[in-house]
């Protein structure tokens, strides 16, 4: 019998800059745009910049716990702003290059020796763009008119909003990575949406999560989207346990559960008993991704003297480092004239429909 397996994009979704191009103008500038943790713009004058498809964009947040996001560009003469997140900055964002200041709503408030009569101020606000903060997550959008972080989550993965009942909110970032990926934006994002690779790449990870040794990512005994972890185990690591707490607001079936969210187009959301990591992607050109991840723990467990995540970071960053390295293996072989098109198998499902809504949103390539 013949079996017909679903293509994958060509290679030149995956290399060619012009496509790149397509990808900022048509997703990355239209969609909800993973920014990071709300609690690193903890205090008035914390920044937190983050690359939206080449726009570079300033968050913020104000005295009355008010959340901005402006370009990072200056209404004088074009010069970028801010140059890294962090903190102690102050409640005005001054130009570094004649000293223009503006509060972080955005309104232009001095402009040294250029006088008042010079300009009508109120003419040169920052531009702004959408902010939105989902239980704890910053999200951005260049778009004028998007829909609500929620609608758009619901849109995407049904299982997702019932998130909310572990009110990830209230959790604290343990822990921060990052790294370099020499590949493509959706490559990552297709090695995301399939274990058919795990058995051969991941053995530490199949360890703890039964069903991925047969290279599923679904249960379809279970209707919450989630996936059993091994017997006893509630973490992500060589064991399956951690010295860390089960997260409070977690059930015992939560607990011993993997639950993911792959929120399309730059974030990850791995849950476990003990930790969520939100991994964030930043498509910085057609071969290159930054990742960076947020390990995140109950309050409580991350104010605690022996505090000690390591268990669990140590894994992840391994199981990161296994599929960072099979990804840019795929990027360097998409790159050859040889390749036109791959292959999805069936339990490639996800990685199917990731291609459709691409395609949907993209549309069709220039000729
Ligand atoms: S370019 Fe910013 S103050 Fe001149
Ligand atoms: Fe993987």
Request: with cysteine; glycine share 8%.
């Amino acid at each position: 019998m013949a079996i017909a397996m679903t293509p994958t994009l060509p290679g030149s979704d995956y290399c060619s800059p012009a496509i790149f191009d397509l990808d900022c103008e048509r997703i990355l500038h239209r969609q909800w745009f993973y920014a990071g943790r709300a609690e690193r713009l903890g205090h008035v004058g914390d920044r937190l910049l983050v690359d939206v498809g080449g726009e570079s964009i300033l968050i913020v947040r104000d005295a009355d716990g008010e959340l901005h996001a402006h370009y990072n560009v200056c209404r004088h003469r074009g010069s970028q702003l801010c140059d890294a997140s962090g903190s102690g900055f102050g409640a005005a964002i001054t130009c570094p290059y004649h000293a223009w200041s503006y509060s972080l709503d955005g309104r232009l408030v001095a402009t040294p020796r250029v006088g008042k009569d010079e300009l009508d101020r109120d003419q040169f606000p920052l531009r702004s763009v959408a902010v939105e903060d989902w239980q704890g997550f910053l999200f951005v959008n260049l778009d004028d008119d998007p829909p609500s972080v929620r609608d758009w989550i619901a849109d995407q993965d049904p299982y997702a909003l019932a998130y909310e009942r572990l009110e990830m909110d209230r959790l604290r970032i343990g822990h921060r990575s990052s790294c370099e990926v020499a590949a493509n934006w959706k490559i990552l994002i297709e090695n995301y949406a399939e274990c058919l690779h795990c058995p051969q790449v991941h053995p530490e990870l199949v360890n703890i999560i039964p069903l991925h040794k047969q290279g599923d990512v679904i249960d379809w005994t279970r209707t919450d989207g989630g996936t059993w972890l091994a017997e006893g185990a509630d973490s992500f690591s060589l064991d399956g346990t951690a010295p860390l707490p089960v997260i409070s607001t977690m059930t015992p079936q939560d607990a011993n559960s993997y639950q993911a969210s792959g929120l399309y187009p730059n974030l990850f959301l791995d849950i476990t008993g003990t930790c969520v990591m939100a991994t964030q992607l930043t498509p910085m050109g057609p071969d290159h991704t930054h990742v960076e991840i947020e390990y995140l723990f109950d309050a409580d467990a991350v104010a605690a003297d022996d505090f000690d995540p390591s268990a669990v970071v140590d894994f992840s960053e391994l199981v990161l480092s296994q599929d960072n390295e099979v990804c840019e293996r795929t990027q360097r072989g998409v790159s050859s004239r040889s390749f036109d098109h791959g292959y999805f198998a069936e339990k490639d499902s996800l990685c199917v429909e990731f291609t459709e809504r691409y395609l949907a949103d993209r549309g069709p390539a220039p000729v």
